[in-house]
């Protein structure tokens, strides 16, 4: 107990990068400090709880509870922290429009649906927010988890906390895209965020999240809070990543702040490493994906396409073969050959963003590339 209270008092002190603004801490600050309320699902019998509570000693928001179905919607509610300053406004942070809202956190509970929302320029911040989906993988460590800006929507499902879902009455939600930019989050939202709110929605469970700060900031400030590991990337790894691999813990060697998709894909000290064998079939990948169309993986950094699978070949073919060799395996034909870099003599694969990817092997058949998925479970770049 004292080790962990010890690395959060050093978590929490920390000093921010020049080139980062917080917006919300738990420190007494003049402009970053809020007041906080909770609030549950109030209607049709919900029956989630949880507290909300400043832990004044270490300088940290604790936000606790379970998140349960709804008996009269068989889904799960939603629990929901909230600001409640009125009239108070967000330091502007619209100078990181084309980066990341960062938070810096840790849970030790595994939880799939924590959410954050903003809200500006608006009468009714709770449900006409913009809201991003976050994961967080279970450590004792606090970790920096950068949320892009044009991940957040402002059509979500009222029922799921998701933008890419259907209501039980149809509606369908949006979310933020080149085709559906009417959704996004504006860069003048972001001058004027009068409400921040942090959710457990949309999946049941409990869950326990302590929060040290929030703040917008860039590739480059989060590099600077993990100085304590060298990366090849780019930028960041993207947060949450898709297919629910933000979820899976790191076990490579290195300093406790490093994600899975930080050790695997950016960091040189581990190139000789790959994520453990069957991570695929741990976050059901196949289950995930289209059995009769086209699958696209882009680069967890900087979200360009890498691989379309299956092609020349069918469904269960692909899936057969992912599972002999026990990581997501390609051809030739699925590879996105002006994004993807491979050394032959070497046999290292990765991205032209300088992202690892994995191996490349020949067998009786041709060129096969061997992928850790958590390198290739990006989000299309849209800017």
């Not at 906080?36 to 928001?61: I, R, Y």
């Not at 349960?68 to 889904?75: F, Q, W």
């Not at 992928?371 to 290739?376: A, E, K, S």
């Given at each position: ?7 959060l ?58 998140c ?8 799960p ?75 957040f929507s402002?059509?979500w ?33 972001l ?22 700060w ?81 699958n ?18 069918n ?25 993807v ?28 590339y ?14």
């Open positions: 107990m004292f080790i962990s209270v010890l690395t008092a050093l978590a929490v002190a920390m000093p921010l990068p020049d080139d980062m603004i917080k917006i919300a801490t738990f420190d007494n600050g003049d402009d970053t400090t809020w007041n906080w309320h909770e609030v549950n699902d109030p209607v049709m019998g919900g029956l989630s709880t949880a507290t909300f509570k400043v832990d004044e000693v270490n300088k940290v928001g604790v936000f606790n509870g379970t349960r179905v709804v008996p009269s919607l068989k889904a509610g939603f629990c929901n922290a909230e600001t409640e300053n009125i009239l108070k406004k967000a330091k502007d942070i619209s100078t990181y429009f084309h980066d990341t809202l960062l938070i810096h956190a840790r849970s030790n509970i595994a939880y799939d649906g924590f959410k954050i929302s903003l809200a500006a320029n608006t009468l009714n911040p709770q449900f006409a927010s913009y809201k991003a989906n976050f994961q967080i993988a279970p450590s004792t460590d606090f970790t920096t988890i950068a949320i892009p800006f044009n991940k402002n059509d499902s009222p029922f799921t906390g998701n933008c890419d879902t259907i209501d039980p009455t149809g509606k369908a939600h949006k979310c933020c895209n080149t085709t559906y930019p009417e959704v996004c989050l504006k860069s003048e939202n001058k004027d965020i009068t409400q921040i709110g942090i959710w457990a929605e949309g999946a049941a469970g409990a869950f326990h999240l302590e929060v040290a929030i703040a917008g900031g860039t590739a480059s400030s989060l590099a600077a809070l993990k100085k304590d590991f060298p990366s090849v990337c780019s930028g960041p790894v993207q947060a949450p990543l898709k297919f629910n691999m933000s979820t899976i813990p790191s076990d490579m060697p290195g300093p406790p702040d490093e994600t899975l998709g930080d050790a695997i894909c950016c960091d040189p000290n581990n190139a000789a490493y790959a994520e453990p064998a069957g991570t695929f079939s741990t976050v059901k990948l196949f289950s995930q994906l289209s059995s009769t169309g086209l696209t993986f882009y680069d967890s950094v900087c979200g360009i396409p890498l691989f379309e699978a299956p092609k020349g070949r469904f269960s073919d692909w899936q057969s073969e992912t599972q002999e060799h026990g990581w997501p395996s390609f051809r030739d034909e699925e590879l996105i050959k002006e994004n870099i491979i050394n032959k003599t070497t046999s290292e694969v990765k991205s032209k963003c300088g992202t690892h990817l994995g191996t490349w092997f020949q067998d009786t058949v041709g060129d096969r061997c992928i850790d998925l958590v390198c290739i479970s990006g989000s299309q770049k849209i800017f």
